[in-house]
């Protein structure tokens, strides 16, 4: 497996899911304690075989199966932009912002910057796996109107 999916979601992304596997070359999360919908992180295939140009973000539910994608392109998040700019690859160029699963020597993902995968991974979890509402106090009910000097207050 020259994707090294671990080592991509763990060094790369280090996103701060607290439950999460990573099966083949899938993450599974569960974003949120007790919730039956999880997370799937997958890289995103191009026509080309062992060619992926992003992840591929699922929010499963056991009993309804895929609640929605989202495709999260390299390109977008300027995840290969130092990598790409030192081979001289700019966009629209074949082998820009991809990474190809072709030879078995070291991580197809090297080079790679995850800020911007990892930012919009957060926010996409965020909108599907709410943190739960924070408990506040509760009101104080109003404090009547006291006397001053023994007058009492006027009422409309």
């Known amino acids: 497996m020259a994707l090294h999916a671990q080592q991509f979601f763990d060094d ?10 990573v099966v083949g070359n899938a993450l599974y999360a ?21 060619e992926y ?9 056991p009993d309804h199966g895929v609640l929605d994608t989202a495709i999260l392109r390299f390109a977008d998040y300027g995840t290969f932009e130092r990598r790409d700019a030192a081979r001289g690859l700019s966009a629209g160029r074949d082998g820009y ?11 197809a993902w090297h080079g790679a910057d995850g800020t911007g995968l ?13 943190p739960p509402a924070a408990s506040q106090p509760a009101l104080r009910p109003a404090a009547r109107p006291t006397s001053i000097a023994g007058v009492s207050p006027r009422t409309r």
Do not use: K, M
Request: hydrophobic share 40%; net charge positive; no cysteine.
């Open 118 to 130: 990892r930012t919009a991974i957060e926010q996409y979890a965020h909108l599907w796996f709410p």
């Open 53 to 61: 140009n992003g992840l591929r973000l699922r929010v499963i539910h």
């Open 12 to 21: 790369v992304l280090e996103l701060p899911f607290h439950q999460y596997a």
């Open 30 to 50: 569960a974003p949120q304690p007790n919730a039956p919908t999880r997370l799937r992180i997958d890289f995103a295939p191009t026509i080309r075989r062992d």
């Open 97 to 107: 912002a991809v990474i190809r699963d072709w030879h078995s020597s070291g991580p």
